[in-house]
């Protein structure tokens, strides 16, 4: 882009736009995995949908890749592109709640921090993540899971609209009532057809939650996974609860004796009630001897921001997922051998349960074509030295080469790395991926939003 198409947009746009030249260039690029560096010709900070749809007609008309980014959290990086405009969401950051009707709009910007307090002065919240640092629209258009989805389904599950800007640049509200086609792919195909600047999600009743930590030594892992396998499906649907393979941070609320030991265990969220949180997690360290017990009843914000210090922007992240129908002898080995290798502090593994609530919806409701998965599982290689960026994308690869023969064939869009392949993308969308090119051919014939995990139209 030349400096006079610059000043155009400059001139066309309410919003900020930022280009090579300005100081405020190198923030703008910069993304939460910091892996990722690519330089795109202008970031266009987008005051609200006007602006939106002013950014999406001067791209198109100029002839120039677009990427969208709402949170920023995206582990490909595709939230930016090389030579191309970034329509950023960040400043459509808001909230609206109605306490009464129990909902709330939220803007394409949001985090999920925003949500989360918002939500929580009315003792109120939907299913979303499980660090309030993540972006609202992306984790919402991949399908979200998180803390809440035993017992409420999975966050496209919670969502009633949509306000989307497609590719010729007009505003659509995407609902059950209004284009129906296209409010059935937001939920959960991704970036694919449109930029959305505005949410409506459904929330309940959630306010004080109990969260349970517990751990034992990584050579222990066989035995509490086995545990786990069992335990978590047949438990209520109020106990929601995640398996991980970590290095134990040195921070509270850990002791000091155990602070950069591997070890396994399980995060657990109680969303009952309270008072009988501590005597329904007494019995989760079934697997004697753990090195570590914790039980606290806490606001359900305090247990999505929990991870945001150890996590925080500007480390290098590499990661690969698969969804899981069962956890096998053999998987229970791999996850056994790969945790007691992890490459660095902040590598783990996380086994997201995508049950309960979540198999209350029907398989062809949503876009999300996997329904009848147990687990969500993610490979995290992470560390903040650039040095170590091949080290743990080997680890995160090798693990996974190593378990898909174990899973589904398939893994969350929103847990999918760099360079995974069409092949991938059409085997998490299972058969629900021609359905989702007919709407791409409907609403994006060129295949204007591509910078994602992307279904290209259906031919005419």
């Given amino acids: 882009m030349d400096d006079i198409t610059l000043e155009e947009m400059r001139t066309a746009l309410r ?6 030249q300005d100081s405020a260039y190198t923030a703008a690029r910069t993304i939460y995995n910091a892996m990722i ?3 795109p010709a202008a970031v266009v900070r987008c005051a ?7 950014a999406v007609d001067f791209v198109r008309d100029h002839g120039l890749e677009i990427a969208v980014r709402g949170g920023g959290h995206s582990g490909p990086g595709l939230c930016m592109v090389d030579g191309g ?4 969401l960040s400043p459509m950051r808001w909230v609206r709640v109605d306490p009464k009707s129990r909902t709330a709009q939220v803007g394409g910007g949001a985090l999920l921090g925003d949500l989360d307090h918002a939500g929580h002065a009315f003792g109120l919240a939907t299913p979303a993540g499980i660090q309030s640092t993540t972006g609202v629209g992306g984790l919402t258009l991949g399908g979200g ?3 809440l989805t035993r017992r409420f389904g999975l966050t496209i599950d919670n969502l009633l609209a949509a306000d989307v800007v497609l590719a010729d640049g007009s505003f659509v509200t995407a609902s059950e009532e209004e284009h129906p086609d296209l409010f059935w792919a937001l939920r959960g195909g991704g970036g694919n057809f449109g930029a959305v600047t505005s949410f409506t999600f459904r929330l ?3 306010d004080i939650v109990v969260l349970g930590i517990t751990l034992w030594p990584v050579d222990r892992t066989r035995e509490v996974l086995r545990w786990y396998r069992d335990f978590l499906p047949q438990a209520s649907e109020d106990l929601t609860g995640f398996f991980a393979a970590l290095v134990v941070p040195p921070s509270q609320p850990f002791p000091g004796e155990i602070h950069g030991r591997k070890m396994c265990g399980v995060v657990y969220c109680w969303t009952g009630d309270p008072e009988r949180g501590p005597d329904m997690l007494a019995s989760v360290d079934a697997p004697s001897g753990p090195a570590f017990h914790l039980t606290a009843p806490m606001p359900y914000p305090a247990v999505q921001s929990m991870f945001d210090d150890l996590l925080a922007p500007g480390l290098q992240w590499y990661w690969r997922g698969a969804f899981f129908d069962r956890i096998s002898d053999e998987a229970v080995d791999v996850h056994a051998d790969f945790a007691e290798a992890l490459p660095t502090g902040l590598s783990t593994m996380h086994l997201y349960p995508i049950d309960g609530a ?9 876009a999300w074509a996997y329904r009848d998965a147990t687990w969500s599982g993610v490979i995290a290689g992470i560390d903040p030295d650039p040095a170590n960026a091949e080290t743990i994308k ?3 690869v090798a693990y996974s080469d190593a378990l898909r023969p174990h899973s589904m064939g398939a893994a969350y869009v929103n847990f999918m790395g760099s360079g995974e392949g069409q092949d991938r993308v059409r085997a998490t969308y299972r058969d629900h991926y021609d359905r989702l090119a007919q709407v791409k051919r409907t609403y994006d014939p060129d295949n204007f939003f591509h910078a994602n995990q992307n279904v290209s139209p259906a031919a005419t």
């Fill in 394 to 396: 080997e680890w995160s």
């Fill in 358 to 366: 979540a198999h209350h919806v029907e398989p062809d409701d949503t």
């Fill in 15 to 20: 919003g900020l736009v930022i280009g090579p």
């Fill in 48 to 54: 609200d949908a006007a602006d939106v749809m002013g």
């Fill in 85 to 88: 405009v970034t329509v950023d």
């Fill in 204 to 206: 309940h009743p959630v």
């Fill in 145 to 147: 899971h998180g803390h």
């Fill in 37 to 39: 560096d690519r330089r």
